[in-house]
């Protein structure tokens, strides 16, 4: 393992921001934290960089226990949210500012300044101010700053949060090529799953101090480990109710609907609990197909997203459904009577906890 | 709508323009302008026995630049100056970086804390310092009091100007380099560091020259009045720590020759321009990190 994170806890007076943390990262690997804002994945980033002391446990980086050191003895480099450029200093002495560190003479850190502007296309760039540069400009100078002195760990913290949509599509492309390119380990601490699933070859959920799950992001995807990550990893229908028996395995009763959960919760005698499908595993079809075992329900509309449109279902009972689906697959009007359906084991189905 | 206002709509929008500058244009001709010039007229005029005589001459400067007093008031007043604004912004520095970093919501509350000694007005303040630092001031009191021997030598003295003027200039210095650090962003530290730098080197390669401007006003804001200063030095200074500002005075009180002091007063303008002009070029805009400085090329 390159870059291991040893239960690793820090507390800031009373609040608990990490608690009991692990994670193993591979020379080669492009990892995400994702969670929401207050999660701890900041903190996470800043105890691998040496910003910030953790209460308890180990930060190794390549074998080597990095805990005590400042951030600066501990060969990582960081790209932040708002770039943090050096405002007096141009591109090239922005540039130039980690190696100037490290004391490199003058010819070598030339070179590795001109391999950065080159790979980074900065070179137009380099007498200028941060300030004369645009949003995406300064984001590549900022990736540049964290690449110049070859870093053993690359750490980002929502680079691309400032950045317009377009851009940032851009940028993902870049950042994921140049992280296979140097086979270094990139740690990118996102609240965005698209970037998170677009870049990452695994992602690690952050919720509430600790790590929900640490696992490729197909797997993060399409088989989420905890109901946060059902929740917080896609976009889902959630069907929530008392669970009864049925024909075959269980079913929850659900505003009047029964939604067959096939062979989960086989081993649980949970007596309510949620089941979750993703819109795009949500089916929609006209209401003249065989209406068994689907979900009947009415077209409210449509949004069209470009490549795909959502439709929005109010089923019998009143509540809302999300299928999504290439539009023109569809040929169903807002008004018209429509039927649901999905495959039974692509359900993520979690008991409820039994309130006590 | 009020006459008045509908008459403000009627008026182009260089006559608005007019309007309100018209007002401030007047104040500084009429309190800034006509007395600089009155004062430059003047210092080519001549004095005798308390009566101004006008004709046209040089003398009043050939006495200021060549009398070996004036020049040593001169020389004193400049070193004075250089030793209290550059004691005001050591002292400043760490006073106003605490303020920042520690002083939370109370930071406005510190910052207008230091300045409470200028409600006594700079007689009282500097009458309060002979309290101190006098003969038998709370100093020397405390001094005896211990059994040690008191200072001889700190009223009236030198260091007594010097101090006396770092107390009344430090408020000024510690607001401006204060407002420096306010819109400094801290994060930029972090940057530093992960980057190699330790505590020291970060601030000397990211905060000082990022409130470098600021500093520099702070300096100017002291430098100045401290190259004038009168009261103080008259107060503190003793018999043989008379500054330019002090002889100056008196020559529009005691002696009577104004038309010297006039003179006096044009060349501590042009000595005290110099070096406003010379720190000016100390300031590069481009690299004191204010945005838009510089510009798109």
Known sequence: ???????????FGTFTALSGVDLSIEKNEF???LGPSGSGKSTLLRLIAGLEQPTTGQVLIDGQDVTALPPYQRGIAMVFQDFLLFPHMTVRENLLFPLRMLRMNRDDAEERIDWCCRILSLTALKDRFPNQLSGGQQQRVALGRGLVCRPKVLLLDEPLANLDRELRRDMEIEIRSYQIQLGIPFVYVTHNQEEALSMSDK??????????????????YDRPKTRFIAQFVGRSNVFTGPVEAATEGKAIQWHGQRIA????LNDSNASSASAYIKIEDTLIEAANANPSGKIAGTLRDVIFRGQYAEYLVTVDGGQEVVASSIDSATRVKPGDPVLLSWDTAKLDVFPDEVAA | MSPLFQGWLKLSESQRFLVV???VVLFLALFFLVPLGSILVVSFWRTESYQLITDWNLQNYIDVLTEPSYRTFMLRSVLTALIVSLSCVALAWPIAYFVIRHGGRYKLLLVVGLAVPFLTGIVLRVIALQGVLGPIGLLNMGLMHLGLPPFEALMYTK?????GLVYLYLPFVTTAIYLSLLNFNFRLLDAAKVFGAGNMRAFWEITWPLNWVGTVIGFALTFVPSLAASITPRFLGGADGTLFGMAMGSQFSATGTWSLGAAMGVVLFFVAGLTLFTISRLIDLKRSGFTGAGGRD
């Open chain 1, 1 to 11: 393992m390159y870059l291991q994170i040893k239960d690793v806890s820090k507390t």
């Open chain 1, 31 to 33: 990892v995400s934290l």
């Open chain 1, 203 to 220: 992602i690690a959920v952050v919720n509430k101090g600790g790590i929900e799950d640490f696992a490729e992001k197909s797997a993060v």
């Open chain 1, 261 to 264: 959960l096939g062979q989960a």
């Open chain 2, 21 to 23: 500058t018209a007002p």
């Open chain 2, 159 to 163: 260091t007594a100007t010097v101090v």
